[in-house]
């Protein structure tokens, strides 16, 4: 990793995505001082204060800067894929016959289950390598493919060295409460009992979970069943956060209304009331294009009524072997533009500002004086070109905690 010095960015556009502001918080011809990898002013150059005319500076030659990118939900670490089972739904096949032949999530669990953690890290380093790439500099990692007690550990155990092994934040999620396993067919609340609750506590115990998650879905768990795992979670001291009516309406964005939730994920189903009920808690929604896109959906997240009632939106990857093979937060930034009507300006909040709050982050996702200094420096001028192309990475240097 590079030695994290003092210097003086200069000669620089700012996106400072700072909540405060308005149209993406630009600042031209700007200055960023950068002490101990965080941010000690940012403003325009020509009022760069003389206590830091002493420090070094590095030109950036008129290019953009913006928050490093924040990829709040992605499921990145898993064995085995499922490339094959999309060729099979391409030529016909059911949901119900691609799982007759093996595939769907019990596909995954199974290839997860022989995989050792090492395995798990060495997989899913690509999918990390291709997100830092386009200048991400903080990733959460959920667990959820083993839905047994020891791979769900080994799942956050591959997602905390995957942080050692390179120069990103990892936040993890446990979500073992994502599909209820194949040997408790028809068994749910028997798994969250036996399965689900002890391997979060054996997990706590570790030191792996930074946050429980919970797929609240007719084809998953309902309200009832996540609601008793998120009450563990709060007599842990966990935050929490939902996938939720991503296929239907059944609760599960009132429910993570009720706990406070970091985010609730999906959320295509969602109505007024749900919107509301976001507001009122202060829980972020994360939009996922990728799996809209990839399972071929039609009903779209009721974007103007998160508006309306002033809910934040983040945008992420969903990045997993089955709805969203996806490892580009660039293309969910242009899908959630073209797709669901954002605009790019949302686009880029979305993966700054309100993902790190989606985290229960308070030090990332704005260029602010105190903030960490994560930051992308990018080959475009105006911050909506991040957003406009499609399959480009203008990326020109990505700077993580200020390590040039």
Not at 257 to 286: M, P, R, W
Not at 298 to 311: E, Y
């Amino acid at each position: 990793m590079a030695e994290i010095s003092e210097y003086v960015l200069t000669q620089a556009i700012l996106a400072t995505m700072q909540v405060t502001a308005d149209a993406y918080g630009l600042i031209a011809d700007a200055a960023i001082v950068v002490q101990n990898g965080c941010i000690s002013w940012v403003g325009a150059q020509k009022l760069l204060p003389a206590e830091y005319a002493c420090l070094r500076q590095k030109p950036v030659n008129g290019r953009l800067i913006t928050p490093g990118l924040i990829d709040c939900h992605t499921h990145i670490v898993f064995g085995g894929d499922r490339a094959r089972e999309f060729e099979m739904r391409l030529e016909g096949a059911s949901y119900e016959e691609v799982a007759r032949a093996g595939g769907g999530i019990v596909s995954t669990v199974k290839a997860t289950r022989e995989a050792d953690v090492d395995a798990l890290v060495v997989d899913a380093l690509p999918r990390l390598d291709a997100l830092i790439a386009e200048g991400v500099t903080t990733v959460e990692i959920k667990s959820g493919y083993g839905l047994d007690h020891e791979t769900e550990l080994n799942m956050l155990r591959a997602a905390r060295q995957l942080g050692e092994l390179r120069d990103i934040r990892v936040k993890t999620s446990f979500l073992g409460a994502h599909a209820v396993p194949s040997e408790y067919a028809g068994r749910a609340n028997a798994y969250i009992d036996d399965v689900c609750i002890p391997a979060l506590r054996a997990a706590h115990a570790e030191g792996l979970v930074d946050v429980v998650d919970g797929f609240c879905e007719g084809i998953a768990f309902d309200a009832a069943q996540i609601r008793r795992v998120f009450k563990v979670a709060r007599t842990l001291g966990l935050p929490v956060k939902l996938h939720a009516e991503q296929l239907s309406n059944i609760g599960g964005t009132k429910l993570a209304a009720e706990f406070g939730a970091l985010s609730a994920d999906h959320v295509e189903y969602a109505n007024d009331e749900d919107a509301a009920a976001l507001a009122k808690s202060g829980t972020v929604a994360v939009i996922l294009p990728g799996a809209f896109y990839t399972l071929r959906e039609i009903q779209m997240p009721p974007i103007d009524r998160f508006r309306k009632h002033g809910v934040p939106m983040a945008l992420a990857t969903d990045c997993n072997p089955g709805s969203s093979p996806m490892t580009s937060l660039l293309l969910a930034m242009n899908m959630g533009c073209t797709l669901f009507r954002m605009t790019p300006e949302e686009a880029l909040a979305g993966v700054t500002r309100n993902a790190a709050q989606a985290l229960g982050m308070t030090d990332a996702g704005q260029i602010a004086p105190g903030m960490r200094a994560d930051l992308a420096v990018w080959d475009v001028k105006h911050p909506a070109e991040l957003s406009y192309r499609i399959g480009f990475n203008p990326l020109h240097k990505r700077i993580p905690g200020g390590a040039l």
